[in-house]
């Protein structure tokens, strides 16, 4: 049955996710304190995104915006479309660095149209919005703890699709974030791995994965030799030379730090000593883990929010 919709805006705050964790690849994954917040309402006609922050001037501002295109996949599943719709982003999370700003717009998309309609959490219940987040980005290790918050582990089963589970994190965990300045497209890292592994090195991924999710909740002192990877980061180092040499510097300080998601940032879970800080080009942010997930609530974006560095200032 066509669905009706709310007269007034909803909005949502979704969280910068780190994935893969090093060996967990496609399948664990860590929500941030770095938020994202997109509000949309259903209006007569056509479709207008407004975006402050990152992105701003560069992405689409019509039916091209990643969050319509989730909201418009949203709605298909919840029986149809509004008339219209007006969306507005604040985005703090930095695109195409590893950092799940895909997945972030995403979610904001499937919980925004889910909200607008009356009934939308009986016509589409939490499992069917990871489903459908994560075939959107079509892997669920960045969307599951944006979604949920907290350390994820996510998987598909055949004709079922994207499932999650949230475990607690150790409270010593305190991740930093190496943001370069320079760009990577996922879908060009995931380009740059090979249909193939040798056998001892994914046997040992699995080792080490498995020491991850005890390190993270419950053993932090075995973060760096639980985050050894052989799966993904050594064959995607000649495309992010930078990355490569950040993180091997890194690992030899004794550093648990691996490639946040597809890259190119570096994501450390043991504290950096200042003098292995990289320098130029290089934004350092120290972050807290986010144990909430993507939080919906009624109403426009506030004033702090619509402001980027009135928000910067308040958190
Ligand atoms: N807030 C946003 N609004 C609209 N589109 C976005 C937004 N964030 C990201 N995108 C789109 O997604 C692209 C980046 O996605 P990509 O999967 O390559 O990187 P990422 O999600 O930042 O990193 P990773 O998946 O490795 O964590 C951007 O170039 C842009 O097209
Ligand atoms: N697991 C994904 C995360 C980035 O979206 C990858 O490494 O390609």
Excluded at 109 to 121: F, H, N
Excluded at 156 to 171: C, K, W
Excluded at 202 to 230: C, I, K, Y
């Amino acid at each position: 049955m066509r669905p009706s919709f709310l007269s007034e805006p909803v909005r949502v705050r979704v969280p910068a996710t780190s994935a893969n964790l090093g060996p967990g690849f496609d399948t664990l994954g860590l929500a941030l304190a770095l938020y994202d917040d997109v509000s949309a309402r259903v209006v007569p006609a056509g479709c207008r995104v407004e975006i402050a922050g990152q992105g701003a001037g560069e992405l689409p501002t019509d039916d091209g915006h990643l969050v319509v295109r989730a909201m418009r996949a949203a709605f298909e599943a919840l029986g149809g479309q509004p008339s219209g719709l007006a969306v507005e982003c604040v985005n703090r999370i930095p695109q195409a660095r590893g950092l799940g700003s895909s997945s972030a717009a995403i979610v904001a998309g499937v919980t925004l149209a889910r909200a607008l309609v009356v009934d939308g959490e009986e016509r589409f219940d939490d499992a069917a919005v990871l489903r459908l987040a994560a075939d959107l980005e079509g892997h669920p290790d960045n969307v599951a703890p944006c979604l949920l918050g907290g350390f994820t582990i996510a998987w598909s089963e055949p004709g079922v699709g994207a499932r999650a589970r949230r475990l607690p994190v150790a409270p010593e965990v305190r991740p930093t974030v190496l943001v370069p300045d320079e760009r990577g497209l996922t879908s060009v890292a995931r380009a740059a791995l090979p249909a193939v592994v040798p056998h001892a090195d994914a046997a040992r991924n699995a080792g080490r994965a498995a020491l991850l999710v005890h390190a993270l909740t419950t053993e932090p002192a075995l973060l760096f030799a639980a985050t050894e990877d052989r799966l993904h980061q050594g064959y995607r180092a000649p495309g992010m030379p930078a990355t490569a040499d950040v993180l091997a510097g890194l690992r030899a300080a004794g550093v648990a730090a691996v490639v946040s998601g597809a890259g190119p940032t570096v994501l450390a879970l043991t504290s950096i000593p200042d003098e292995h800080l990289p320098g130029m080009g290089w934004a350092v942010q120290r972050l807290v883990v986010d144990v909430a997930g993507a939080r919906v609530d009624r109403g426009r974006l506030g004033h702090a929010e619509r402001d980027p560095v009135a928000a910067g200032r308040k958190s």
